[in-house]
């Protein structure tokens, strides 16, 4: 099935080819990683407004990739579970959301790579790949030039738990730092080093409809919980407020931000080098395990 990922994908590897360059020196220009380059020409990647754009002045493009990329609907057909189809509804017409997230970084700031990693714990196959494209559905009306207001306050626990690998921390990591760019959208950190943050009991959200109307939602296991109860509201956006004025500013998330995510790099050269050390260790043990069928040749020693 030809999909719009597709179509989009031709359309920049016709823009890429015409202009004599590789994936390897296009991924250079951007800058972005060569996988990311072969992933949306296949068409098995949906690429971000800020890529395609990127290709656009690269490419010497006159805007055709962004502005294709604007009037696509990347998501048309996408299925949210039930019990969460009422939040993607308020996603999709809020004009302002707050969220505070503990342990995993919020959806709407994920990676398909971290949100598959994520869904790969609960699902397998067709399913894990369905509703890493529902969740990606949500954050292109926020990740637009005029999206709405998102400011996201996450505990560091968000960056500090392994989701899939090192590697996929690591992008996610440097994900938030480009998003977090954004005039829309601002992204704090709630440090482990302050232990007298008043921290919310749990992750929530607090959304505002084109209305007026406020809406505060969290989740347990397997279900959302929606209250417009004004007191309830103010409860939350006061303990949500109070938060946020005492963790670290945008600026000093985007130091601690940066020195977790070379952490993680750090981490897979390490990795790397235990691998190297340890296949060396181990042709060494083959080598000596080795038989030895050469005829061995006694020589006698001249006497004296």
Not at 234 to 259: F, P, T, W
């Amino acid at each position: 099935m030809t999909t719009n990922a597709v179509l989009f994908g031709e359309l920049l590897r016709h823009f890429r080819e015409g202009a004599l360059m590789t994936q390897e020196a296009l991924a250079r220009g951007i800058p972005c990683d060569r996988s990311l380059v072969a992933r949306v020409e296949a068409g098995t990647r949906v690429p971000q407004e800020p890529f395609a754009k990127k290709c656009d002045e690269v490419l010497g493009t006159g805007g055709a990739l962004g502005r294709l990329w604007g009037r696509v609907d990347w998501y048309a057909q996408v299925e949210h579970p039930d019990w969460f189809k009422q939040r993607a509804e308020m996603d999709a017409e809020a004009v302002s959301l707050r969220e505070y997230q503990e342990r995993v970084v919020p959806g709407l700031l994920q990676t398909p790579e971290y949100a598959h990693a994520l869904f790969s714990r609960v699902a397998s196959g067709h399913e894990v790949e369905e509703r890493v494209r529902a969740r990606l559905s949500r954050q292109q009306r926020f990740l637009a030039e005029d999206g709405p207001l998102y400011i996201g306050v996450l505990d560091e626990s968000c960056l500090r738990n392994v989701v899939g690998s090192a590697e996929i921390m690591r992008a996610q990591c440097a994900h938030l730092l480009s998003v977090g760019r954004r005039p829309n959208i601002r992204i704090q950190v709630a440090p482990a080093a302050y232990p007298e943050l008043l921290r919310p009991n749990v992750s929530m959200s607090l959304i505002e409809l084109p209305d007026g109307h406020r809406w505060v939602y969290s989740e347990s296991v397997d279900r959302g919980h929606f209250s417009d109860d004004p007191t309830i509201f103010l409860s939350h956006g006061h303990a949500y407020d109070v938060l946020r004025a005492d963790a670290l500013s945008a600026r000093e998330s985007v130091v601690l931000i940066g020195d977790v995510m070379e952490g993680y790099g750090q981490h897979g050269q390490a990795r790397t080098q235990r691998d190297d050390l340890g296949q060396e260790q181990l042709q060494r043990r083959e080598r000596r395990q080795l038989p030895r069928n050469r005829p061995r040749v006694h020589l006698r020693r001249p006497r004296a």
